[in-house]
């Protein structure tokens, strides 16, 4: 239990210190081994400052929890990742300034080489359903087939490994693949 905890805090330290998160913009999950119970961060977390009180011990069966704070609003969207994916056992949740700027645009942002193959030639967006709702939750376990992150219309990006150092890495690049991208198009203006 306490590894997980201290994972999840770890890494909000980490994105924050990044730039990732803006704000309390933003939530990170794993599940257990026996894929029961997640630990995400709960609502409105400040991730420069997350500490033990911020992570939920989550069952999935019936969303029951023992905490003051409540779980993240997404915690159906990570559930149903999770569901979907037996691979994945980590997730983060982004509102990073680039693949955002593409979130918000018309723009699709281009795969690029340099995190495992290329699967389809842009990174897969979800359209805009309400952030917490369960549309947009079942609508992003229907499209997390083969790639590990979706772009959410209008909103960020979420990215899901086998582990939080895979979780952080590729959410690390596929904002830089976004700087890229926008950087290019604002010189070929």
Same mark, same amino acid.
């Given at each position: 239990?306490?590894?997980?905890?201290?994972?999840?805090?770890?890494?909000?330290?980490?994105?924050?210190?990044?730039?990732?998160?803006?704000?309390?913009?933003?939530?990170?999950?794993?599940?257990?081994?026996?894929?029961?119970?997640?630990?995400?961060?709960?609502?409105?977390?400040?991730?420069?400052?997350?500490?033990?009180?911020?992570?939920?011990?989550?069952?999935?069966?019936?969303?029951?929890?023992?905490?003051?704070?409540?779980?993240?609003?997404?915690?159906?969207?990570?559930?149903?990742?999770?569901?979907?994916?037996?691979?994945?056992?980590?997730?983060?949740?982004?509102?990073?300034?680039?693949?955002?700027?593409?979130?918000?645009?018309?723009? #699709?942002?281009?795969?690029?080489?340099?995190?495992?193959?290329?699967?389809?030639?842009?990174?897969?967006?979800?359209?805009?359903? #309400?952030?917490?709702?369960?549309?947009?939750?079942?609508?992003? #376990?229907?499209?997390?087939?083969?790639?590990?992150?979706?772009?959410?219309?209008?909103?960020?990006?979420?990215?899901?490994?086998?582990?939080?150092?895979?979780?952080?890495?590729?959410?690390?690049?596929?904002? #830089?693949?976004?700087?890229?991208?926008?950087?290019?198009?604002?010189?070929?203006?």
């Amino acid at each position: 239990m306490v590894d997980y905890v201290n994972k999840i805090i770890n890494t909000a330290h980490y994105i924050y210190d990044k730039g990732l998160v803006p704000g309390k913009a933003g939530n990170i999950s794993m599940i257990d081994d026996d894929r029961e119970h997640i630990y995400i961060t709960a609502t409105g977390s400040n991730f420069r400052q997350l500490d033990y009180k911020d992570v939920i011990y989550l069952k999935i069966e019936d969303k029951s929890y023992e905490n003051k704070k409540s779980p993240s609003m997404e915690s159906n969207l990570h559930i149903g990742i999770y569901e979907k994916r037996t691979d994945i056992n980590s997730i983060i949740h982004v509102h990073s300034p680039y693949v955002t700027g593409f979130a918000f645009s018309d723009m #699709k942002l281009k795969q690029l080489e340099g995190f495992g193959p290329i699967t389809n030639k842009y990174v897969k967006t979800v359209d805009y359903f #309400k952030p917490g709702s369960d549309k947009l939750a079942s609508h992003v #376990k229907e499209a997390c087939g083969e790639d590990n992150s979706l772009i959410l219309k209008n909103h960020g990006l979420i990215c899901y490994e086998k582990n939080m150092d895979e979780a952080i890495l590729l959410t690390e690049y596929i904002e #830089k693949i976004a700087k890229t991208q926008f950087i290019s198009h604002m010189l070929n203006l």
